[in-house]
């Protein structure tokens, strides 16, 4: 099974600043990784897909990279909006599909 | 635009058994594949299984294998999550999910509650 560890676990920022997460591999899974935004009380939403593709209707702020073990999201400025929990999740050579263990972005 | 709606959760007690359903609209359900993920209060995101948009294929994570079986109605656009034998730790907000090219989730039901206690 595929472990991702996601770092840091919390980040503390203010609207406008970049955020940068963090999603590491245990082994190489190619670019077949995703990002989701989750708020509270509200489902996940895919917002990245193989590594660097927006997903339909996710904002250009959004943009990751990455291959095989180390991948990056990074939001360029963040809204109000943005401050939720983020999940990285692999789909290399599954069954399983695993999730990381989320990094909450908290206003500062 | 694309609706998954879930029910069947409820309160259960340790060894019994629920079936969840999931109401899909807005999209070709008979080429799609299907998901459950499960997120423990407070916890993280787990996949739980999958099934292809034939039926042909069902895959399970481990922890619910033997236990838990994923089905679909394609004229009906609904799959299935029948649970048994649950356990304490089957508790979870249970998300049906449509599958985008073969393992991500690109839309996702509000979810349901499933609480296993005495």
């Known amino acids: 099974e595929i472990v991702l560890t996601q770092s840091p676990a919390t980040l503390s920022l203010s609207p406008g600043e970049r955020a940068t997460l963090s999603c590491r591999a245990s082994?190489?899974?190619?670019?077949?990784l995703a990002w989701y935004q989750q708020r509270p009380g509200q489902a996940p939403r895919l917002l990245i897909y193989?590594?660097?593709n927006r997903a339909t209707g996710i904002p250009a702020r959004f943009s990751g990279s990455g291959s095989g073990t180390d991948f990056t999201l990074t939001i360029s400025s963040l809204e109000p909006e943005d401050f939720a929990v983020y999940y990285c999740?692999?789909?290399?050579?599954?069954?399983?599909?695993?999730f990381g263990g989320g990094t909450r972005v908290e206003i500062k | 635009q694309v609706q998954l709606v879930e029910s069947g959760g409820g309160v259960v007690q340790p060894g019994g058994s629920l079936r969840l359903s999931c109401a899909a609209s807005?999209?070709?359900?008979?080429?799609?594949?299907m998901h459950w993920v499960r997120q423990a209060p407070g916890k993280g995101l787990e996949w739980v299984a999958f099934?292809?948009?034939?039926?042909?294929?069902?895959y399970y994570a481990d922890s619910v294998k033997g236990r838990f079986t994923i089905s679909r109605d394609n004229p009906e656009s609904t799959v299935y999550l029948q649970m048994n034998s649950l356990r304490v730790e089957d508790t979870a907000v249970y998300y049906c999910?449509?599958?985008?090219?073969?393992?991500?989730?690109?839309?996702w039901g509000q979810g349901t509650l499933v609480t296993v206690s005495s």
């Open positions: 807005g999209f070709n359900f008979i080429v799609s594949g």
């Open positions: 999910a449509k599958d985008k090219i073969w393992g991500y989730f690109d839309y």
């Open positions: 999740q692999h789909r290399s050579n599954w069954p399983p599909l695993t």
């Open positions: 193989d590594a660097s």
């Open positions: 082994q190489s899974v190619s670019s077949n």
């Open positions: 099934i292809k948009s034939d039926g042909s294929e069902k």
